[in-house]
């Protein structure tokens, strides 16, 4: 199971760092997925990062302004956020991807994250 965690509202321009952190005494999986969801939108990916290797992986609205990263021994991942815009408002999730190609999974309940203008 995953937690997200760090979400809340926040001004434009502002930063914020969310957090991913996986239940259970081992965590082992190909990669670690952010998404998001804006209220009548589609799911989006957001970013993405190898877990072994720590490779990240950016969609194009965030690349410049968001980074993934993680921490092996706390089982956790992060999203740093910076310059957010109000269309960065959305409920962030993270779910696993166990094998390269699998469809992602395990998604946490996600954490709300808001921007005003």
């Known amino acids: 199971q995953l937690i997200e965690s760090g979400g809340g509202s926040v001004q434009s321009g502002d930063s914020l760092t969310l957090s991913c952190t996986a239940s259970?005494?081992?965590?082992?999986?190909?990669?670690v997925g952010w998404f998001r969801q804006a209220p009548g939108e589609d799911r989006q990916w957001v970013a993405a990062i190898r877990w072994s290797e720590g490779y990240p992986y950016y969609s194009n609205s965030v690349k410049g302004r968001f980074t993934i990263s993680r921490d092996e021994a706390k089982k956790t991942t992060y999203l740093q956020m910076s310059s957010l815009k109000s269309d960065d408002t959305a409920v962030y999730y993270c779910?696993?991807?166990?094998?390269?190609?699998?469809?992602?999974?395990?998604w946490g309940q996600g954490t709300q994250v808001t921007v005003s203008s």
């Open positions: 259970g005494k081992t965590f082992s999986t190909f990669a």
């Open positions: 779910a696993t991807q166990v094998r390269p190609g699998d469809p992602y999974d395990h």
